[in-house]
Nanobody
């Protein structure tokens, strides 16, 4: 089992930055693909970014490409999401997720472990 705990959310003005953290426990994340998703009020949970454990490569949703950066520190068993140039449409609860599948995907049902989420609110 992998337990995930997100932190770092908050209220920020448009154009500002936040850095989310996802601390894992129970197992090392070294062999897990890690991802961030988000869910705005009244909307379905959507993919934001993933990091592939085997190559440390990354992939982003078009809506955040160039503004968000996912990274991991295996020694700290932690995954990060650096969010720059934030917009009001980025307002959502952000979730960290882990999968042991061969390949990471953008689909929520392919992830085995989830955190409880951290709220991000961007004011205009």
């Amino acid at each position: 089992q992998v337990q995930l705990v997100e932190s770092g959310g908050g209220l920020v003005q448009a154009g500002g930055s936040l850095r989310l953290s996802c601390a894992a426990s129970g197992r090392t994340i070294r062999n897990y693909h890690m991802a961030w998703f988000r869910q705005a009020p009244g909307k379905e949970r959507e993919f934001v970014a993933f990091n592939r454990w085997s190559t440390d490569s990354t992939y982003y949703a078009e809506s955040v490409k160039g503004r968000f950066t996912i990274s991991r520190d295996n020694a700290k068993n932690t995954v990060y999401l650096q969010m720059n140039s934030l917009k009001p449409v980025d307002t959502a609860v952000y979730y960290c997720a882990a999968t042991g599948r061969t390949w990471p995907t953008e689909r929520t049902e392919h992830y085995d472990y989830w955190g409880q989420g951290t709220q991000v609110a961007v004011s205009s």
